[in-house]
């Protein structure tokens, strides 16, 4: 399989050159997707000649940095991409068993709940409570199984790029990811992966900062997903 691993980035001067340095070990193609950062990022991807840069000249969002990702991919040819963020909360080495899951699946989304593998480390709380919100919505109007919404640690066939139309740019994209998933019949596994927080000061940004309106947010872009599906809640499809 022709694998693509692709990280978006976005001012992550901290952690990307740890973080690539490994990806470099574990993958064989690899792409970054430079989402205007304004900070050294631009500077310190140029010691990585055998990774490729794409850069948004101005910063779009974390969705527009996967949907770039997923286009590049589409246009070189791959059979399967992987994605993985650049915050240190991925474990590269884990890229060939998240991508080994495409023998059998369209998409294998990492979870972080699947597993404990440390009991020292905890989510912070907002965020947690916020994915489990979520995850309900997704389980409950898309009759999935899912225990972890917001992963970035996933991997992708071809068939599945394939079907992808996302117009949201920020990060409520995985949202359209799922409803799209399953208006389009994908098949879906989720596959355990470790709870890593190193920096749990981390903002989103503007109003997305205060978790009310990050979560109405969500809430309206769920709906605005399946409503361009034209699909219902599980339940009603099934009744």
């Not at 340095?21 to 430079?34: C, G, K, N, P, S």
């Not at 907002?126 to 898309?142: A, C």
């Not at 599945?160 to 208006?183: N, R």
Request: aromatic content about 8%.
């Amino acid at each position: 399989m022709k694998l693509l691993t692709a990280i978006p980035v976005h001012n992550e001067e901290k952690y990307l050159e740890d973080v690539l340095r490994e990806v470099l070990q574990h993958a064989d193609e690899v792409l970054v997707v430079d989402d205007g950062s304004t900070d050294r990022t631009p500077e310190l991807l140029k010691d990585f000649p055998a990774a490729r840069v794409i850069r948004h000249e101005t910063n779009l969002g974390y969705g527009a940095g996967l949907r770039t990702a997923f286009d590049a991919a589409l246009r070189g040819g791959y059979d399967g991409l992987v994605t993985l963020d650049c915050d240190g909360q991925h474990e590269p080495a884990l890229i060939p068993q998240i991508a080994g899951g495409l023998s059998h699946a369209d998409i294998v989304s990492g979870s972080r709940y699947l597993e404990v593998f440390d009991p020292t480390q905890k989510p912070p709380e907002e965020r947690r409570k916020i994915n489990v919100e979520v995850t309900r919505w997704l389980n409950e109007g898309l009759g999935l199984d899912l225990t972890d919404a917001f992963c970035g640690f996933k991997a992708y066939n071809r068939r599945a790029l394939e079907c992808f139309d996302i117009t949201e740019l920020g990060y409520a994209m995985p949202l359209q990811v799922w409803v799209q998933a399953v208006q389009h019949g994908l098949t879906i596994v989720e596959a355990p992966v470790p709870l890593i927080y190193l920096d749990e000061s981390r903002a989103f940004g503007g109003s997305l900062d205060d978790s009310t309106y990050r979560l109405n947010h969500y809430r309206e872009v769920f709906a605005a997903a399946m409503k361009r599906a034209g699909l219902e809640p599980a339940g009603e499809r099934r009744g």
